[in-house]
């Protein structure tokens, strides 16, 4: 695709709601990681993949997170009994390979509130 | 733990100005330093790169210099124009996967 593309836009989640949140990464880049972005601060990373293998998991706050990339392509974050903390903005990044010297290409986001 | 650090956090300059942001980082060990444009409700585009061992970049209007060694970065902006109003990120890359970022800061340019 021309760009990365997240899926939806925006979710409300009831407290104690499972959520999932989509990624698709530019076709052919190799490398893909997710972020959170809480408001008025830089993203942090939650994990990275390389193809389906997922490589560094460091991030995720927690065991309700848990993220795939069964086929090495889209990638599904998936929050468990969704808390008032989860409310942030989760951001997906690919790069075409995993050389040190690519660029990151971001999605615009899913916005995740939880009342 | 690498940490991130953006001066000023907020920016308001007429139309026209030249401009300077600021990023350090306290662990000179990186493999590149990247300059990311964020607008509001969007996510990040990557205006500039520069590797561990280059000085600077050049983009249009746009300069970015690293001095690796003093674990800072500026972000020079010519001739501001509204267009440019955003959150600017820099973010610095420590391995093959983990990057860190600032916070950010936050350019109002005004007509």
């Known amino acids: 695709g021309a760009g990365v593309s997240q899926s939806p836009r925006y979710k409300v989640a009831k407290r104690g709601q499972d959520v999932a949140l989509r990624c698709d990464p530019i076709?052919?880049?190799?490398?893909l990681f997710w972020y959170q972005q809480a408001l008025g601060q830089g993203p942090e990373f939650l994990t990275y993949?390389?193809?389906?293998?997922?490589?560094?998991k460091s991030g995720l706050p927690s065991d309700r997170f848990f993220a795939e990339r069964p086929e090495g392509s889209v990638s599904t974050l998936k929050i468990q009994r969704t808390q008032q903390e989860d409310s942030a903005v989760y951001l997906c990044?690919?790069?075409?390979?995993?050389?040190?010297?690519?660029?990151?290409?971001f999605g615009s986001g899913t916005q995740l509130s939880v009342l | 733990k690498q940490e991130v650090t953006q001066i000023p956090a907020a920016l308001s300059v007429p139309e026209g100005e030249n401009l300077v942001l600021n990023c350090s980082f306290t662990?000179?060990?990186?493999?590149?330093l990247q300059w990311f444009r964020q607008d509001p409700g969007k996510g990040l585009t990557s205006l500039l790169l520069?590797?561990?061992?280059?000085r600077e970049q050049t983009s249009g209007r746009l300069n970015a210099s690293l001095d690796k060694s003093s674990g800072r970065s500026t972000l020079y902006i010519a001739a501001s124009q509204p267009g440019d109003s955003a959150t600017y990120l820099c973010?610095?890359?420590?391995?093959?996967?983990?990057?860190?970022f600032g916070s950010g800061t936050k350019l109002n340019v005004k007509p």
């Open positions: 990044a690919s790069s075409l390979s995993d050389s040190t010297n690519e660029k990151l290409f």
């Open positions: 076709s052919g880049h190799v490398s």
């Open positions: 993949f390389q193809n389906e293998a997922q490589l560094d």
């Open positions: 662990d000179s060990a990186i493999y590149n």
């Open positions: 520069i590797q561990s061992s280059q």
């Open positions: 973010a610095v890359r420590v391995n093959f996967n983990k990057f860190y």
